[in-house]
């Protein structure tokens, strides 16, 4: 099945079935605990800003699954000495960054190393980014390991998007 895969970067008209694909998450029993709800807005948000990328992965002409790589001009869930002591602490020297914002697969198609394979597609999309980071519920193991394999690291413990408890994890590219 692994050979079936293919992976493209998603234009604007894939919002509404992201949007659906989140919505088929969230009935399953996820909430806001151990993964964000992202409104359409959010989802078209991503659009407005050029070097905002979301990747998707297909099987045949089905969309299986899609990561969000946000570049923002301001880390929404560090304030900035918290930034500040992350770059002081890794020694990065011109600190650009990015964030991993969301990760979605199919419930059929999970255990396949779709969300590992997106993450390091989704690092891969700009060689001057030098720090990565991804907001992960305490509770969302399987993503944890995920990216503490792939050479995460944790930082923080927060409570973010209006009270929702997530343990920032980042990786330092060089």
């Not at 989140?22 to 409104?39: I, P, S």
């Not at 990747?55 to 869930?77: D, H, I, R, T, W």
């Amino acid at each position: 099945m692994k050979d079936d895969f293919k992976l493209q970067k998603l234009d604007e008209k894939y919002i509404n079935e992201m949007f659906e694909m989140q919505k088929e998450v969230f009935a399953e029993g996820y909430d806001e605990n151990l993964l964000r709800w992202n409104t359409l807005e959010n989802f078209e948000d991503v659009y407005k800003y050029k070097r905002h990328q979301i990747l998707g992965v297909f099987n045949g002409q089905k969309l299986v699954a899609f990561g969000v790589l946000y570049v923002p001009k301001s880390c929404e869930f560090l304030t900035k000495d918290e930034f500040e002591g992350l770059v002081d602490r890794e020694g990065i020297q011109k600190p650009s960054y990015a964030v991993i914002k969301l990760i979605i697969v199919r419930k059929d198609w999970r255990g396949n190393g779709l969300q590992r394979l997106l993450i390091s597609k989704l690092e891969k999309t700009y060689e001057d980014i030098s720090l990565f980071l991804a907001t992960v519920s305490p509770l969302n193991l399987f993503s944890i390991n995920n990216f503490l394999n792939m050479g995460y690291k944790k930082y923080i413990d927060k409570s973010v998007y209006g009270g929702h408890e997530r343990t920032i994890y980042y990786k330092v590219i060089k």
